[in-house]
């Protein structure tokens, strides 16, 4: 079976600082990993995808994810924080068969001025 | 603008009561999806529909039900046999089934309250 685990449920930077969002995955066969982001109140916004391709995802915002199969291990990042990337984050798995996703539980970041 | 709409944005329900809630969608998808979040947790998949009168249950389908009469509709009720009601629920919708991956867009969601 299929699972996602996002290590941190809270993370707080500074802003101007790195953010490193972890995730690690469980699956039987090379996955889809996606990270989406949700603002409060809002729905969901993808922010990247790995499908096989490229090992180093590049996403909207500034973000991007390394796929890590010896690890495996999906983890965001962000050089540089900006106050508006406030919001929790999803790493999600893509289970196959009829488009459904398996959800981590989320990590919620905070920036500080 | 293409896109999938919810509404209520906020509902709010008395026990014992069902509650309707929409989701249209303009995207020409074939798919979609209801989701259950709670806080501290992931997104649960409640329903989904991969083409016009089909649905199947997903992982939390007790006390809720859907239909799936047109393309660019897919409303859900919950029932009054659902004990904990209380969540934000999620609409999504995506491409045609079939191939590896559609992205699923996400409606902006219905905050349900139980009093």
């Known amino acids: 079976a299929q699972s996602v685990t996002q290590l941190d449920s809270h993370v707080s930077v500074s802003e101007g600082t790195p953010v490193l969002l972890r995730c690690n995955y469980s699956?039987?066969?090379?996955?889809?990993l996606f990270w989406y982001v949700q603002h409060p109140n809002k729905g969901l916004q993808l922010l990247l995808k790995?499908?096989?391709?490229?090992?180093l995802v590049k996403g909207i915002n500034g973000f991007e994810a390394e796929f890590k199969k010896s690890e495996t291990s999906f983890h965001l990042t962000k050089p540089s924080a900006h106050m508006s990337d406030a919001a929790e984050y999803f790493c999600?798995?893509?289970?196959?068969?009829?488009?459904?996703?398996?959800f981590g539980a989320g990590t919620r970041l905070a920036v500080h001025p | 603008d293409g896109g999938i709409t919810q509404s209520p944005k906020y509902l709010f329900r008395k026990e014992g009561q069902n509650v309707t809630l929409s989701c249209e969608q303009n995207?020409?998808?074939?798919?979609m999806y209801w989701y259950r979040q709670d806080p501290g947790q992931g997104l649960r998949l409640i329903y989904y529909?991969?083409?016009?009168?089909?649905?199947q249950k997903g992982d939390i389908a007790e006390g809720y039900s859907v239909s799936r009469e047109k393309k660019e509709s897919f409303p859900l009720t919950v029932t009054s046999a659902q004990k904990n009601p209380t969540a934000f629920y999620l609409c999504?919708?995506?491409?045609?089934?079939?191939?590896?991956?559609?992205?699923?867009?996400f409606g902006p969601g219905t905050r349900l309250t139980v009093l």
């Open positions: 995207l020409n998808h074939d798919a």
């Open positions: 999600v798995v893509f289970s196959g068969g009829y488009n459904k996703l398996i």
């Open positions: 699956s039987s066969y090379s996955p889809s």
């Open positions: 529909s991969q083409i016009v009168n089909d649905f």
């Open positions: 790995y499908t096989s391709a490229a090992t």
């Open positions: 999504a919708s995506s491409g045609p089934s079939g191939v590896s991956y559609n992205e699923q867009f």
